[in-house]
């Protein structure tokens, strides 16, 4: 029976009728030992109806085995597998040991997961329960927390106990489950022993309510002390100490099987090796051990009370017991029990009995421990890999291969989402690498990296550039481009030309030298751009943009970013993607498909914010600040640009504070405050390296010149423009010359100007843009009637883009031009929030719900559940029904695409 409860129960009770109206969610109960975190958990599982429920216990003995609990959880669905997408469906199995990894991804594990869950909570909802969650393993942990960030649309509850403060990392809600109130708490103990009113009392107040200890010191009482003619223990036991005496109490052979499952929990192992050490250990006076086996001994134990079995697994009543165990035990004693087990098993779990036998540095163990960690580290349990391999580094004696072994176990921390686990061994590393140059470098460039992704990027540059390879020197730029350090650039764009020719040099020497004026400069890029063809990883596109971008070229540099993304959902590129998301959304943004950008941008935020990317997350933060300074959401503009800054500034990130910066320039311009945009403007074009960067102030010339010319100075239009045509002298696209032509038309008041950037235009929006500076022009020099087919090109394009600032300015010149004109009808598609029009788009590509899915990082029923939204906003019926009107609506000059 449950004691008041009733307003946990009550909580617990919403979390799952929102699941089972397909609301998912997670809760966390947190709480000390023997609070009855586990009694409220069977509780309100049974109060699911026909709710399915799955459920693990994360075991001590079993912290450091990559998976277990995962196995726990999945493995009664493991039928529903082949409802997965190809890549997720790989994953699991790797994870669960049902195939061979390679190079194992945690975002698809983790999205795996989402999808065999949805699968299990068909058709009446699923509770997932895990207990003791201190005590799951990394890799487990990693891959349940994912799928609980992402349960908006499943019918899945997810409920978490863990115990004291340790972390359970992005549940926001949480249940403190502290001792019973006063009253409750003596009805408990009324119901299990006759004791006095006073003594009740007091036994309330010395164990603060906790009802486990209320329970064992009751059960330990005399009837006199029950009664209060003797005064209690002092003090009352607590902690390990309520079965102290009762693990003392067992005989020598069911003690010794206590200790063996305190240290591994297989039921076949336990009685395997309690069988091997009763044969070593020599009979006590007057004991007979000569028929005693594991079995008898395993009896006895749960005759106790102590455990018992649950399943293939032994399990203690409360993990307090197997506290006391490990306490009675001798170090001695510990370390041979761990030494039997190791002979007894394989694998990982081999490798970290043998660890704890180990005295000192012992380099068997280490080995085995670093081909543990490579095991879970290809089957995505980077947390776990990092564990193992920090161990394997303590247990060596050599100390290159020490501080080798510490490199990688950084490496793995990183990858699992742990940057300030990461950067600690990556420090005793480096202490460790004594003389060894090639391996310093090695730990150099780590630094730089980690530092690049989440910390002070004039650091990294400094970190990196003290490297000779092309792959450093190429991170070294890549560092200096972030922080917007030109000088650095060039010096290293130098450096770089030293180096064999390819097409990474190419384009590293070629932003470096292009930079510098040297005409060799756009060469080098050109020819790097022509081997495109040749490349298949995503950094590879990635620097593909970068060169596009160094010639002016935005739209070919979107288009190589937009690639990049592609080949970075399918690629297993752990621990980049939210990196590779950044210049896609980016991306998306040029090119005038805001609502994709948003929804990258959304999912690229969350990815980083999990994977404490901080630098990334800025970057996110200013695109969608961007992002709503264009639909003039003013407060939205300036929140996103203020957490953007914050992280920016401090960590010199000149790329990500300009980006910010420009947000509020535009929200400015945006809204008709030329005065105020153009000294923002102004300062972007001024700021520095670390809190500036050329590329912005390039990228933004276009708009610079707009609010220069809106606030009357034509000496600094002229300027602005000056620039941009040095910028563009190289650029040879159509959207590139679009935007040069549409400077010249503002600063030089030239029509035959505006009629070529329309001409050239190939992004809507843009086009949009010069559409209704010509039309303004045009009605302000008496000829509305040629006015107003611009004007309303360019009103229609900023409706359905969400543009509205300028569409409400687009509007008010077309009726000053003399139309009055209804709205223009909404775009079919516009009903449609960004992850649908997504989902809509990718199903004209022809991709199956489960190829989606893949791509998206959902579960393939969340891809049926946003159709099943799609088809009735639409009017549609049908995926072909869908994927034809998608192409109808993006088939005349695909305006679609910007919502």
């Known amino acids: 029976m449950l004691y008041g409860r009733l307003a946990e129960v009550s909580t617990l009770d919403q979390v799952i009728a929102r699941a089972r109206d397909g609301s998912g969610g997670a809760v966390v109960l947190r709480g000390e030992a023997g609070v009855g975190k586990t009694a409220l958990l069977d509780a309100v599982t049974v109060r699911g109806g026909a709710m399915r429920v799955l459920r693990a216990t994360g075991v001590e003995a079993e912290a450091d085995l990559a998976f277990a609990t995962l ?179 067992l005989s020598a052979s069911a003690g010794l099987l206590a200790l063996v499952a305190a240290l591994e929990a297989d039921l076949d192992l336990v009685l395997r090796a309690t069988d091997r050490l009763s044969a ?71 490798a970290w009995h043998l660890a704890g036998a180990a005295i000192g540095q012992d380099e068997r163990a280490a080995a085995e421990l670093v081909a543990a960690a490579e095991l879970a580290r290809d089957r995505g349990g980077y947390g776990t890999a990092a564990a193992a391999l920090a161990r394997a580094a303590e247990l060596t004696a050599e100390p290159r291969a020490r501080a080798a072994r510490l490199k990688d176990a950084a490496v793995a921390a990183w990858l699992g989402g742990r940057p300030g686990q990461a950067e600690s061994l990556l420090a005793e590393a480096r202490d460790q690498a004594g003389v060894d140059a090639g391996l310093a470098m090695e730990i150099a460039q780590l630094r730089g990296r980690f530092e690049l992704n989440s910390g002070n990027a004039a650091e990294a540059v400094r970190i990196l550039a003290a490297g000779d390879s092309l792959e450093m020197l190429a991170d070294a730029v890549e560092a200096a481009s972030y922080v917007g350090d030109t000088a650095a650039i060039i010096e290293l764009g130098r450096r770089a030309a030293a180096h064999r020719e390819g097409f990474l040099r190419d384009t590293v020497a070629g932003i470096g030298l292009s930079l510098d004026g040297d005409a060799a400069g756009p060469g080098l890029l050109r ?86 990317y901080e630098n990334t997350v800025a970057a996110h933060l200013a695109n969608l600040a961007v992002l709503a300074a264009l639909r003039g959401e003013e407060e939205t503009c300036e929140r996103r640009a203020r957490e953007a800054l914050a992280i920016a500034i401090p960590h010199r990130v000149g790329l990500r504070a300009g980006v910010a910066a420009y947000a509020l320039a535009l929200l400015d311009l945006c809204l008709g405050r030329y005065a105020p945009a153009h000294d923002r403007f102004t300062a972007i074009a001024a700021a520095g390296p670390g809190v500036g960067h050329p590329t912005v102030v390039w990228r933004t010339a276009p708009d610079r010149v707009e609010a220069a010319v809106g606030a009357g100075d034509e000496v600094a239009a002229r ?47 843009e086009a949009a843009r010069t559409a209704l500076l010509l039309g303004e022009r045009l009605r302000r020099t008496q000829r509305p009637g040629e006015a107003r087919t611009h004007l309303r090109m360019a009103w229609e394009t900023f409706e359905r883009a969400g543009a509205r600032p300028w569409a409400r300015r687009a509007q008010a010149e077309l009726r000053a031009a003399g139309e009055s004109g209804q709205a223009p009808s909404s775009a079919v598609l516009d009903a449609l929030t960004p992850q649908e029009l997504r989902i809509a788009g990718l199903v004209a590509d022809g991709l199956s719900s489960k190829q989606i899915a893949a791509q998206l990082f959902l579960s393939p029923r969340t891809v049926e559940y946003h159709l099943y939204k799609i ?27 910007m919502l």
């Open 71 to 249: 196995h726990q959880v999945l493995w009664p669905v493991i039928g529903s597998l082949d409802a997965l997408p190809e890549p997720q469906h790989d994953a699991v199995r790797a994870a669960l040991g049902l195939a061979a990894g390679t190079a194992g991804d945690r975002y698809l594990l983790g999205a795996g997961v989402v999808s065999l869950l949805a699968e299990a909570a068909a058709p009446d909802g699923l509770i997932c329960v895990v207990d003791d969650f201190q005590w799951v393993d990394r890799a487990s942990a990693d891959a349940l927390l994912f799928a609980a960030r992402r349960l908006e649309t499943e019918k899945i509850a997810m409920l978490f106990a863990v115990r004291g403060d340790a972390p359970v990392k992005g549940v926001p809600l949480t249940v403190e489950v502290r001792g019973l109130p006063g009253p409750a708490a003596a009805e408990m103990l009324e119901s299990r022993c006759d004791v006095q009113a006073g003594v009740a009392r007091e036994l309330v107040t010395l164990t603060r309510a906790n009802p486990l200890a209320l329970g064992e010191i009751a059960a330990r009482l005399t009837p006199a002390q029950l009664a209060g003619r003797e005064p209690l223990p002092d003090p009352l036991p607590g902690g390990a100490r309520l079965f102290g005496d009762r693990v003392a109490a």
């Open 280 to 350: 070593e250990r020599t009979a006590l006076p007057g004991e007979d051990t000569g028929t005693w086996t594991g079995r008898m001994a395993l009896a006895e134990l749960e005759e106790s009370g102590l455990a018992e079995i649950s399943g293939t697994r032994v399990r203690f009543r409360h993990p307090l017991i197997r506290s006391a165990v490990h306490e009675a035990a001798t170090p001695a004693g510990i370390r041979r029990v761990y030494a039997v087990l190791a002979e007894i098993t394989e694998g990982d779990r081999r």
């Open 871 to 897: 088809y009735p906003k639409l009017g549609v019926g049908s995926r072909t029904e869908l994927a034809r009107l998608v192409v109808l609506q993006k088939a005349p000059v695909g305006e679609e695409d």
């Open 527 to 612: 020819r790097a751009l022509a081997r495109v063809g040749e490349l298949g990883e995503a950094a590879e596109y990635l620097w593909a943009a970068a060169a596009a971008s160094q010639l002016g070229e935005s739209d070919l540099a979107t288009e190589m970013a937009e690639r990049a993304g592609r080949v970075a959902r399918v690629s297993g590129m752990t621990g980049q993607l939210p990196v590779v998301l950044e210049f896609v959304a980016t991306a998306e943004r040029i090119a005038g498909r805001l609502a994709s950008s948003q929804a990258v941008s959304e999912e690229g935020l969350e990815l980083a914010r999990e994977a404490c």
């Open 719 to 765: 300027a602005a423009l000056e620039a941009y045509e040095r910028w563009s002298a190289y650029a040879a696209t159509p959207e590139s010359r679009a935007l040069l032509a549409r400077c010249r038309g503002l600063v030089e008041s030239s029509e035959a100007a505006f009629g070529e950037a329309l001409r050239l235009h190939t992004n809507p929006f």
